[in-house]
């Protein structure tokens, strides 16, 4: 048997067509042919298939991940790198001995020996470094500041009393001051 292409005609002479070429494009209310989107496209009628859907939600974040966007500032700068907190927390350092600061960070001493402090090493000269150390001082204790690099050009004394320690990075070193704090007298 052979194959032929058949063409049918009506009684009123018109051409007839298979189903399958006469369907109408399916609706909310019709049904027929479906027209398939294979990516999601915004205000289309059309149905999506599973693979453009995969493809869409492959790009999103997994629901545990984090958006880079909540940990950025406008200019994509890492919030927690980039700037203070509200609250900082002081570290409490050893009483004496020697002992490593931290940059950019907040410490709290009560010297009952001898301390010395030593500074990180810095590399990045395009953000500001600081280090503050909050020393209460019931007796005169020998405090080595690390660098003799001095705000005002002069190396800070302690008595007793308490002093707050600053340490700044000028790109090159770090320089310190001390501030004598309490009531005035």
Do not use: C
């Not at 002479?13 to 990516?39: C, E, H, M, Q, R």
Request: aromatic share 6%.
């Amino acid at each position: 048997m052979v194959n032929r292409n058949v063409r049918l005609k009506n009684l009123d002479g018109d051409y007839l067509f298979p189903y399958t070429d006469n369907v109408p494009n399916a609706t909310s209310i019709v049904a027929g042919k479906v027209k398939l989107d294979s990516s999601p496209i915004a205000n289309s009628a059309n149905a999506i298939t599973s693979g453009a859907v995969h493809t869409a939600l492959s790009d999103k974040l997994n629901k545990t991940d984090t958006a880079a966007k909540a940990t950025a500032d406008g200019s994509g700068n890492n919030i927690a790198a980039t700037y203070a907190l509200q609250k900082t927390a002081v570290k409490t350092l050893a009483t004496s001995g020697t002992m490593t600061l931290t940059d950019n960070s907040v410490n709290r001493i009560a010297p009952t020996g001898t301390v010395t402090f030593n500074l990180p090493s810095i590399s990045d000269h395009t953000i500001f470094h600081q280090i503050l150390v909050q020393v209460n001082l019931s007796s005169k204790q020998a405090i080595n500041l690390g660098t003799s690099n001095y705000f005002s050009r002069t190396a800070p004394e302690f008595e007793t009393g308490r002093y707050n320690i600053i340490y700044e990075h000028n790109g090159t070193h770090w320089v310190v001051g001390a501030i004598a704090t309490g009531a005035a007298q």
